[in-house]
């Protein structure tokens, strides 16, 4: 058990004799000071409101039932924001000086599924946050404070919601707070009924501007321990609308994107990243694109040493009697090229053994890269391309080679409406079990939205971390090697060639494959 004096009232307000700022800004206070029994945070990503809520739970566990003090239940859509959250509130009470016992881990059994939980308890009031499932029957019989933290992200949101409404009856209180993920969300819904009174509740809404207009980056750069800079401020605000490119408008602006919003739940993403599997990227180094100066045989030597040293151990590492497909999603001077292999497991299930992507590589040595990898995969069946624009090259470089194995596809809203529907039944039953454990594949894969009734990647583009543009790359890719496991080439029937030696070895077995046959 951990006791510390200090005030709740000085760790929120301004130390107006130093130059000490309020910990809290005023957005977060003005959210803790609402003591609405429903109230919705409309918000930007990563201002900092999930945090103010940590502080006004603990501090409410805390207090005695006459003073307002209940239960409080965290409902995430993962482990990891989970894990922050219970830390945030332990945090607070140890500023507060509160009495409360150390983080409690254990297992909730859901289903057939053993899930981690975390419970803080405060032992003088009696009270406790706890985390829990986002299942909607978790809330049965409980009483307290609920908070639904991304809430727009959580699988059966509707459910969810009338569940924790439930316990306003008796006098509970339940917050919602969340990024915008589609105007036709359960999420924005509940907003547009509190704004047009068809509901009871209070909505705080801060796009990233107001929260940067309020000290946003100030709190960065004490946090970093750099002096304020008004110019570098702007800087930053610029460098972060960049990142998202297209989709500032909903993850910064807090505006919901048209078309029914993001077709793939984020949940449904988070339970397939595996961090074993390896994502491999190869940028063409500087002067490539100078051919006068940079020989053929020059830029394929490095892409030799490349594969030999980062590619081959992982595909001859890969189980040999298991089938092999793959999907390719093109790109040249802008984007990654993807190139997404899929093993099939013995019960038919299928996994990614590793991402490889390149950046600005020319054709030749796009070319050059795919035949190195393709040669070697475990029983290849399958390799379907995006042969869009000059995609349509390197489909046919490989269909050379491997003949019907190798399909050229024009990615049509034809083509996405007849496949993509297969593609998210996979992720769902577990038919692909895994994904990489990467920032930028899982937002490739949030791009895709309905248009016009059909799940595709909008004309738009963005950014990534490192400025390398991106367009749904890695998830074109993804739905490609999906679409060519469903649709495998049928084995093509043939007498393999005998070796010198086998022929010389035994001659009367092979009579007349010189003359006749022609072999050697």
């Known amino acids: 058990m951990t006791t510390l004096e200090a005030s709740p009232i000085n760790l929120l307000q301004p130390d107006f004799d130093s130059d000490v700022p309020a910990v809290l800004l005023p957005y977060q206070q003005e959210w803790i000071a609402d003591k609405s029994p429903l109230k919705i945070g409309e918000k930007s990503r990563r201002i900092g409101l999930t945090w103010a809520e940590a502080a006004d739970a603990a501090l409410e566990c805390a207090s005695d039932r006459s003073a307002g003090g209940q239960n409080c239940y965290y409902l995430g859509y993962n482990k990891d924001m989970t894990v922050e959250f219970i830390q945030a509130c332990a945090m607070w009470a140890r500023a507060y000086g509160l009495a409360a016992e150390e983080v409690e881990e254990g297992i909730w059994e859901d289903g057939d599924k053993h899930i981690q939980t975390y419970i803080i308890r405060f032992p003088k009031s009696g009270f406790r946050i706890e985390a829990l499932t986002s299942r909607p029957s978790n809330l049965r019989g409980r009483q307290g404070r609920v908070i639904l933290d991304e809430a727009a992200f ?35 819904e509940l907003i547009n009924e509190i704004r047009a009174g068809k509901r009871k509740g209070t909505i705080h809404r801060i796009t990233f501007r107001e929260a940067v207009e309020q000290g946003l980056y100030k709190r960065v750069c004490i946090r970093e321990d750099i002096p304020y800079d008004a110019t570098e401020e702007a800087l930053w605000v610029e460098e972060v609308y960049d ?56 830029r394929n030597a490095e892409v030799l040493e490349f594969f030999n040293e980062h590619l081959k151990p992982l595909i001859e590492a890969l189980p040999k009697k298991l089938k092999s497909f793959y999907g390719l999603d ?46 070697i995969l475990p029983n290849f069946s399958k390799g379907a391309h995006d042969a869009g624009g000059n995609g349509g090259y390197l489909a046919e470089a490989m269909q050379v080679i491997y003949g019907e194995r190798i399909e050229a596809i024009m990615l049509t809203e034809a083509w996405y409406r007849e496949n993509t529907p297969h593609f998210k039944a996979s992720l769902e039953d577990g038919d692909i079990e895994n994904m990489p454990a990467d920032q930028d594949v899982i937002e490739d894969h949030r791009a895709f939205v309905m248009v016009n009734g059909v799940a595709r990647i909008p004309a738009q583009g963005k950014s990534n971390l490192n400025n390398k543009d991106r367009h749904g790359d890695s998830a074109i890719a993804h739905l490609l090697a999906d679409y060519a496991s469903n649709h495998p080439s049928a084995p093509i029937e043939f007498i393999p060639l005998p070796s010198r030696e086998e022929i010389e070895t035994n001659p009367d077995d092979y009579d007349g494959w010189f003359s006749d046959v022609g072999c050697y």
Request: net charge negative.
């Open 154 to 188: 959580h699988e059966s949101l509707d459910e969810l919601l009338k569940a924790a409404i439930a316990l306003l009856i008796w006098g509970g209180c339940v917050r919602v707070i969340s990024t915008h993920d589609g105007e036709d969300n359960p999420f924005n």
């Open 243 to 298: 990142f998202y490119g297209s989709s500032a408008d909903e993850e910064l602006d807090v505006v919901p994107s048209k078309g029914g919003g993001r077709w793939l739940p984020h949940s449904l993403l988070e339970s397939k990243k595996d961090s074993t599997v390896p994502v491999i990227r190869f940028e063409a180094p500087k002067g490539w694109d100078d051919f006068s100066n940079v020989s053929e045989e020059a």
């Open 330 to 375: 093109f790109a040249r001077k802008r984007n990654a090229c993807s190139f997404w292999p899929l093993v099939e497991q013995q019960n038919t299930k299928k996994q990614i053994p590793f991402l490889f992507e390149m950046f600005k590589v020319p054709y030749k040595q796009q070319e050059e890269f795919l035949k190195l990898i393709v040669a």
